[in-house]
């Protein structure tokens, strides 16, 4: 009995096609992101700046502390997600003055 040979063309599109749709959710992920955290209300110049900040810091007391900040966030979400509502409390939207200094 002969093993039906590959149709690489195929797998390679059906790959194509997978990488596509992960890539378009973590687009509308993070476009969710930036909504949910009341970012969206920041003009685009000013939201690449910060996050141009953010990705050129080295300092791990720094990274880490906004990390543990969207840490704490998500929390607040899935808290309130429980709760039946979506909505986070206003202290979770209100950005720190201080986060995207470097």
Do not use: C, H, Y
């Amino acid at each position: 009995m002969m093993r039906k040979p590959r149709d690489i063309d195929a797998e390679l599109k059906a790959l194509a096609e997978k990488a596509k749709l992960l890539k378009e959710r973590r687009v509308q992920q993070l476009g969710e992101l930036v909504i949910g955290t009341g970012a969206d209300s920041i003009d685009a110049e000013t939201l690449a700046g910060a996050m141009l900040v953010i990705a050129e810091t080295k300092d791990p007391a720094k990274l880490e502390a906004w990390r543990k900040r969207g840490e704490a966030f998500f929390q607040s979400k899935r808290r309130n997600a429980g709760e039946g509502t979506d909505q986070q409390p206003d202290s979770t939207r209100k950005a720190d003055s201080g986060a995207a200094q470097a």
